[in-house]
């Protein structure tokens, strides 16, 4: 069992920054890969980007590649994500998820979600 805790969210105004971090429980979480997610209002959840179980891989949707970069750390138990550059467009809910799938792009292969965090980008 991952439980999983977003934080970081907030509003900022577009060429702005912000840095989310997420939580994780348990002696395991160098076991699984993780994701980061969003879902906008009124529209699918969507991937951003997901890092290998070492941090050594990632890889980005194509929305937020050159912006965004994942990052975490196993003796900490935390995955970040610094988002820069950031668009009115990125505003939505921010999810991690962990999963034991390597590289996977599809949250059905995500097993453990965090309750997300707010992400307003004002123009």
């Known amino acids: 069992q991952v439980q999983l805790v977003e934080s970081g969210g907030g509003l900022v105004q577009a060429g702005g920054s912000l840095r989310l971090s997420c939580a994780a429980s348990g002696r395991i979480f160098s076991s699984y890969a993780m994701g980061w997610f969003r879902q906008a209002p009124g529209k699918e959840r969507e991937f951003v980007g997901t890092?290998?179980?070492?941090?050594?891989?990632?890889y980005y949707a194509d929305s937020v590649k050159g912006r965004f970069t994942i990052s975490r750390d196993n003796a900490k138990n935390t995955v970040t994500l610094q988002m820069n550059s950031l668009k009115p467009e990125d505003t939505a809910v921010y999810y991690c998820?962990?999963?034991?799938?390597?590289?996977?792009?599809?949250?059905?292969?995500?097993?453990?979600w965090g309750q997300g965090t707010q992400v307003t980008v004002s123009s």
């Open positions: 998820a962990a999963t034991r799938t390597v590289n996977s792009r599809s949250q059905n292969d995500y097993d453990y």
């Open positions: 890092i290998s179980r070492s941090g050594g891989i990632t």
